[in-house]
């Protein structure tokens, strides 16, 4: 369900690129500093996304550097890093090793689940800082497996679930933010968790595994009907994402929400007659 909320590069200017790379490394370097070198293989770009956000809602003050690392050991990499880039690198942390769990419990991944044991103490770390967001974080999946299990065929339910523990990792505290925060973290996890739906529904349906869209599979006319879904669901997240202040980082933010998001869909399923995914920019 992770690594979608990506920008399209090729959209970006030469600087706003540069700023997202760096931003990303930073986030790397965080979850290295805090949990060890394993963390940074755990490090994905839907909380850079977060990490962008919020400093462009905040602007706290910012650590800039380069330096090499164990995936880039010949070259530096710049990067930069302020508080929220800690906050996100503990949610990574959590929401990576919920992740690790499903995917023990769904496959019965050994994998999986050593890579989970392997990050026992600092899941216990970042749960203790953020009690309530690792409390939505587990809730959701349990909630989410037992109706897995029960083989529920309403996606709007089952998106529920994982929309509920986005809601709470986006929002870092209790301001005059927090409820449009909440608002478009919830409406994003609700996208998120459906066009992962849509990009396993063929796998999933060859391997007997649990998918809300389980009924359309090999229906004709899925592309339009899933882009349909999605684009109803992307519209309520931009309409929160409207109403925040956002300034720093807002074109990268932007490009993001309205073209990479779309990416995988896209190169799944094509791109519709038009060219574009029926999203305005906002």
């Known amino acids: 369900m992770f690594?979608?909320?990506?920008?399209d590069r090729g959209k970006l200017t030469p600087e706003e690129d540069a700023h997202y790379h760096a931003a990303y490394c930073g986030l790397c370097r965080?979850?290295?500093?805090?949990?060890?070198?394993?963390?940074?293989?755990?490090?994905?770009?839907?909380?850079?996304?977060?990490v962008l956000l919020l400093q462009s809602l905040y602007e706290s003050s910012e650590e800039q550097g380069s330096s090499v690392c164990p995936a880039h050991p010949i070259r530096e990499q710049s990067w930069w890093k302020c508080k929220f880039?800690?906050?996100?690198?503990?949610?990574?942390?959590?929401?990576?090793?919920?992740?690790?769990?499903?995917?023990?419990n769904d496959d019965g991944n050994p994998a999986a689940l050593a890579a989970a044991s392997a990050f026992s103490h600092a899941y216990r770390s970042a749960a203790?800082?953020?009690?309530?967001?690792?409390?939505?974080?587990?809730?959701?999946?349990?909630?989410?497996?037992?109706?897995?299990?029960?083989?529920?065929?309403?996606?709007?339910?089952?998106?529920?679930?994982?929309?509920?523990?986005?809601?709470?990792?986006?929002?870092?505290q209790d301001d005059r933010w927090a409820d449009t925060l909440r608002r478009f973290g919830a409406a994003l996890g609700r996208f998120l968790y459906l066009l992962d739906a849509c990009m396993d529904l063929d796998q999933d349906t060859l391997r007997?595994?649990?998918?809300?869209?389980?009924?359309?599979?090999?229906?004709?006319?899925?592309?339009?009907r899933f882009r349909d879904i999605l684009t109803m669901q992307l519209g309520e997240c931009l309409f929160y994402f409207?109403?925040?202040?956002?300034?720093?980082?807002?074109?990268v933010l932007k490009n993001i929400l309205c073209c990479g998001l779309w990416t995988a869909f896209d190169n799944k399923f094509g791109m519709n007659r038009d060219g574009d995914n029926g999203i305005e920019s906002v």
């Open 85 to 104: 880039t800690d906050y996100a690198a503990d949610m990574n942390l959590l929401l990576s090793v919920n992740k690790l769990r499903d995917d023990w």
């Open 242 to 251: 409207d109403r925040l202040p956002l300034v720093l980082d807002a074109p």
């Open 208 to 224: 007997n595994r649990f998918n809300p869209f389980r009924r359309y599979y090999g229906l004709p006319d899925n592309e339009q």
């Open 30 to 50: 965080s979850l290295r500093e805090r949990y060890g070198l394993l963390a940074g293989f755990t490090v994905n770009f839907d909380m850079c996304f977060l």
């Open 128 to 172: 203790e800082h953020y009690p309530r967001q690792a409390a939505a974080i587990e809730n959701s999946m349990s909630s989410l497996r037992m109706l897995e299990e029960k083989r529920c065929e309403d996606p709007d339910a089952t998106a529920e679930t994982f929309a509920q523990m986005m809601a709470e990792a986006f929002v870092y």
């Open 3 to 7: 690594g979608y909320l990506t920008a």
